[in-house]
């Protein structure tokens, strides 16, 4: 074939310019590390290594705000473990002030600490957390939770719990609102709370009270009225007669599948009330207490009617503790869920951080390899285009 | 009867001619579009009779245009291939690496919005913290915009370009009559070598910005073609080419054939070349960028925006626009003869398009056609406020009076990015708290517990009165005080828009309240569900989700970049190959002319020494008789 002078030339400066862009490109891709530098280099890849990117920035975010969760949950851990101890103070204070041996000074002076604890439980329910909101007032977390007017006790706050996101898919509360935790506690047994009446004139002290047959139990409010201090008939609350029965100290009266236990001598007319458990504040608890172990009682019927104040106020603390441990509980396992979430997104995103690598990483190896190669192409072609352009008849005329 | 003398002198003439187009040919190696010239000799015809016949000398015939028609053609065509595929390569490639750079890329814009939105949802009550939420949202706001602003930029250039090329295209036209009008000066029958040559050349740029065909007539003068038949050149006179505004968009240029007839549209006949490649480049690749960009923004807004009016903000007052957009953009035809007027909003993320549409006017009814498809769209409604018209997911109301023929385009996508604005500054109107909540009273003495609300319907005037769900059984409740309702464990419990749902076993007496949920700043419901957007899918039926459809924009922009440049590669070997063809056939080879040049030296030295020797002859002549 007849080769043109500048054929030759344009030919030989083609494949120059040929090598000197992929030598850039190489050399592109060595100096920022990336096999592709635009998406058109490898369009699948780049737009799978944008959601790649996205979902490891939100696990990231995860990440981030499974710190959050955990400090929140650990504040309140530390706080009901706090409660927790209090609780079982006071209840130590309750079985002390049940002793017989206790005088009405030395009683008082248990109230008094008992009271003590009162003021330190409820700074425990108006805690803040780091960012200066309320730990327990739900969702209003600028309002103060516990509040006392007089011997009442409110809660300010609302029921609300919040949830943080810790995976795809996966919400874990970040606290418990007040309500939960100190407001809502069954007294008594859980199921139905004892009492005697105010007016009794006996010495009947109602012990231990359980639920036996469910089935049975229909959650009315019965009452227990001795005809004479040997014999009981129970209503229910619309006046029915229920069962009646022949009382020894001590006996366990049992009826409508439930049944508690009861000693001394109640009095003719004296009655004992069994009501499905309502729900209670701590506080209030705590302060029955207290108010019960400061009453004098110097005589039988009134030592009587402190002891069975005392006993339900000791079940109601056996209640808040467990109340306060179902909570506890409860924030355990979410630190657990959020500590086996932040596991699985570590592995998650190091999968994904593997994926992303193969993708837009160069292969260094192979990059240099192929720059040294394409440099040595490029100097060949530039060394014969020299030497081609040089020849000529010309110079031998 | 020839004489030595002349015919050395023949020879002399010839050759002196010889190396004078050898020069030509030297001095030509490096000019585009050349051909080498070649000269032919013959013998003159002498005189003699008989046995006796002796030539007279030498002439050129003809100096010879090395040439080939054939090869010429392929070259031509080839330097059309090429340069529409120089021209989308040159454009994909800057939407190419816009996308590709980090800081504009919308991703990790989107990503860090989110992501702040989460931190907001971690602590909802920090006016801090909500602050770098509004400064995160200015931020993807702006990076739409700018995304868009460089997407327009490139199709104001686009535009430039256009007109360039059409100014190139007729600039070249005039050059080509201009030469066919010397050549045919020159005369039928002539070769004038070198216009023709020139001639050529310009067809051959001509080629490289529109496809052309072309026909020589008798006279030598060359007729071009373009689009679909339309004469540039005929003989001495050549047609022009404009540019004028588009039907719709007054800043979009279109190019239009300025015949004798008038002017008409060419758009959409021409192909090839760098023309063909500008509005290949912006129908294909261009308008299509800016509409699915348009397609994510309006997903990502109008998610937000709905479901922030879903949330109540820390003063008590439900959510409103996150983000502001315009609508899709009406563009009215030049052309329309009445006073039709529509407007058109996106109601159906996963049906929209973001493409353009065309509503026509015929007379009774309208049509509608897609924009980059001409495929018509089935409507339904009857285009009232009451019941627009539908299609692919928006919603179009008409008014006006429209003439017959009139034609409104409905850019529903395109023009979105560059609108986002963010509509909120101050902190505390972010709505990251859900408008109700519920409550379950402190005296209830069954185990029930009721669900917070999820809002079922925001738009509910009642949403924020407060509601008592109370339990008449176990089995039967009452809705603030009136009806009697049948409980069953699980279900949801609608009321003013909230929904709520009941478990467990209620007491007779058991209430619930559902109310406004004041107050709230720890609440962070509805910036969780505002979160869940980032990954939700929407668009397509609600398979895409916000980020997958930018990815999916970057995909087509990168898949087709590359496509281009593999057929830019492609097309850039058979232009080599067709130009190596045309030089092997028609190149100067420096090497043969010197060679020429020794060959006719020579021969001009030999027929010099003819002279000489005539000389010696008559000088023997004179010798001998001037004895």
Redesign the interface.
């Known amino acids: 074939?007849?080769?043109?002078?500048?054929?030759a030339?344009?030919?030989g400066l083609?494949a120059i310019q040929q090598l000197q862009a992929s030598l850039d490109r190489t050399q592109r891709q060595i100096s920022s590390g990336r096999r592709?530098?635009?998406?058109?280099?490898?369009?699948?890849a780049?737009?799978?290594s944008?959601?790649l990117?996205?979902a490891l920035?939100?696990l990231?975010?995860f990440g981030?705000?499974s710190t959050?969760?955990t400090n929140r949950l650990s504040q309140e851990e530390s706080a009901l473990a706090a409660v927790n101890n209090v609780l079982q103070r006071v209840r130590e204070l309750a079985l002390q002030g049940s002793n017989a041996t206790q005088s009405n000074e030395s009683r008082k002076f248990i109230a008094i600490e008992m009271r003590e604890h009162l003021g330190n439980l409820e700074q425990l329910a108006n805690q803040k957390d780091g960012?200066g909101?309320y730990l327990f007032?739900?969702?209003?977390?600028?309002?103060q939770p516990v509040s006392r007017m007089g011997s009442t006790f409110t809660?300010n706050g609302?029921?609300?719990?919040?949830?943080?996101?810790i995976g795809?898919g996966r919400?874990v509360a970040d606290s418990d609102p007040g309500?939960a935790v100190f407001?809502?506690i069954r007294s008594g047994n859980g199921e139905f709370a004892t009492a005697a009446a105010a007016a009794n004139t006996g010495t009947g002290v109602i012990g231990a009270s359980s639920v036996i047959d469910p089935t049975l139990y229909d959650?009315d409010e019965y009452t227990i009225r001795f005809a004479d201090p040997d014999n009981y008939d129970v209503f229910d609350s619309s006046g029915g007669l229920v069962a009646s029965g022949a009382y020894v100290s001590g006996d366990t009266i049992a009826f409508r599948g439930i049944e508690f236990t009861l000693a001394g001598e109640p009095a003719a007319a004296d009655e004992f009330i069994a009501s499905?458990?309502?729900?209670q504040d701590l506080f209030s608890m705590v302060q029955n207490l207290a108010n019960a172990l400061e009453t004098s009682s110097n005589s039988p019927e009134s030592r009587a009617a402190m002891a069975n104040q005392v006993n339900a106020g000791i079940m109601n603390m056996d209640q808040a503790l467990g109340h306060i441990l179902d909570v506890r509980t409860q924030v355990g396992s979410r630190l657990a869920a959020i500590e086996d979430q932040v596991d699985s997104n570590g592995s998650f995103a190091l999968a994904m951080q593997t994926a992303l690598a193969e993708i837009e990483d160069l292969d260094y190896a192979e990059a240099i390899s192929r720059l040294s190669a394409e440099t040595t192409t490029l100097e060949a072609a530039q060394k014969s285009f020299v030497i081609t352009q040089r020849l000529?008849?010309?110079n031998l005329? | 009867m020839p004489d030595l003398l002349n015919t050395s002198l023949t020879g002399m003439l010839a050759f002196q001619r010889a190396l004078q187009m050898t020069s030509h040919n030297i001095t030509n190696a490096n000019t585009p579009g050349y051909s080498r010239q070649v000269a032919e000799f013959a013998t003159r015809i002498g005189g003699g009779a008989g046995k006796t016949y002796v030539g007279g000398g030498t002439k050129i015939s003809i100096i010879k245009r090395m040439y080939d028609q054939l090869l010429v053609e392929q070259l031509r065509n080839s330097a059309t291939g090429q340069a529409r595929f120089t021209a989308l390569n040159s454009m994909a490639g800057r939407i190419d690496s816009l996308l590709a750079d980090a800081d504009t890329g919308l991703s990790t814009g989107l990503q860090s919005y989110f992501n702040t939105l989460q931190d907001v949802s971690n602590d909802p009550g920090s006016i801090p913290i909500r602050q770098a939420l509004l400064g995160e949202a200015d931020g993807i706001a702006s990076s739409f915009r700018t995304l868009d602003d460089r997407l327009q930029t490139l199709d104001s250039e686009t535009n430039d370009r256009i007109r360039l090329a059409v100014d190139d295209i007729n600039r070249l036209a005039a050059g080509i009559a201009d030469v066919n009008d010397e050549i045919a000066i020159a005369g039928v029958g002539a070769q004038p070598n070198d216009l023709l040559d020139r001639r050529d050349q310009l067809v051959l740029e001509l080629s490289g910005l529109i496809s052309v065909a072309t026909t020589v007539q008798e006279d030598g003068a060359m007729n071009v073609f373009i689009g679909s038949g339309q004469s540039l050149v005929l003989g001495d006179g050549a047609q022009r080419l404009g540019v004028r505004a588009d039907e719709f968009d007054p800043t979009r240029l279109s190019v239009a054939y300025e015949g004798a007839s008038g002017s008409t549209p060419l758009d959409t006949s021409l192909s090839g070349g760098t023309l063909g490649g500008l509005l290949e480049y912006r129908t294909r690749i261009l308008d299509p960028s800016r509409q699915s960009l348009g397609q994510t923004a309006v997903a990502f807004v109008q998610q937000l925006n709905e479901q922030h009016q879903s949330g109540m903000d820390l003063r008590g007052n439900l959510g409103g626009d996150l983000f502001s957009m315009a609508p899709p953009t009406i563009l009215y035809s030049s052309g329309n003869g009445g006073s039709g007027t529509a407007s058109a909003m996106v109601a159906d993320l996963g049906a929209f398009t973001g493409a353009d549409y065309i509503l026509e006017f015929d007379g009774a009814s309208y049509s509608l056609t897609r924009g980059d498809t001409g495929q018509s769209v089935a409507l339904t409604g009857t285009g009232t406020a009451l019941d627009p018209f539908v299609a692919d997911g928006i919603e179009i109301q008409v008014g006006g009076a429209p003439a017959a023929g009139d034609r409104i385009m409905i850019r529903t996508g395109q023009d979105a990015a560059g609108s986002i604005q963010n509509a909120i500054t101050d902190p505390r109107a972010l709505a990251i708290a859900a408008p109700t909540r519920s409550l379950a009273s402190n005296a209830n003495l069954g185990d029930a517990s009721i669900s917070a609300p999820t809002i079922v319907d925001s738009s509910d005037p009642a949403l924020l009165t407060s509601a008592v769900i109370a339990f008449t059984s176990p089995t039967t409740y009452s809705i603030n005080g009136a009806g009697s309702f049948v409980y069953t464990d699980g279900d949801p419990i609608v009321v003013n828009g909230s929904s709520v749902v009941i478990t467990g076993v209620p007491s007779t007496g058991d209430q619930f309240t559902i109310e406004a949920n004041y107050g709230a700043a720890g609440d962070n419901s509805n910036a969780l569900l505002m979160t869940n957007l980032q990954s939700k899918g929407a668009l397509d039926g609600g398979a895409i989700s916000i980020n997958e459809s930018y990815a999916q924009l970057v995909a087509s922009v990168g898949g087709t970049a590359h496509q281009i440049q593999a057929g830019l590669e492609a097309q850039n070997v058979v232009y080599a190959n067709a130009q190596d063809a045309v030089l092997a056939k028609s190149g100067v080879n420096l090497d043969e002319e010197a060679a020429n040049l020794i060959r006719f030296q020579q021969a001009y030295q030999a027929a010099a020494q003819v002279v000489n020797v005539t000389k010696v002859l008559f000088d023997s002549l004179l010798n001998a008789t001037a004895r």
Not at chain 1, 137 to 143: P, Q, S
């Open positions: 074939m007849r080769v043109s002078t500048r054929s030339y344009l030919n083609a592709i530098l635009t998406p058109s280099d490898d369009p699948i780049a737009s799978r944008l959601e990117r996205e920035s939100r990231q975010q981030r705000n959050v969760v960012n909101g007032a739900g969702n209003l977390e600028n309002t809660y609302d029921q609300g719990q919040r949830f943080i996101q795809e919400q309500s407001f809502q959650q499905p458990s309502p729900f000529s008849l010309f005329l």
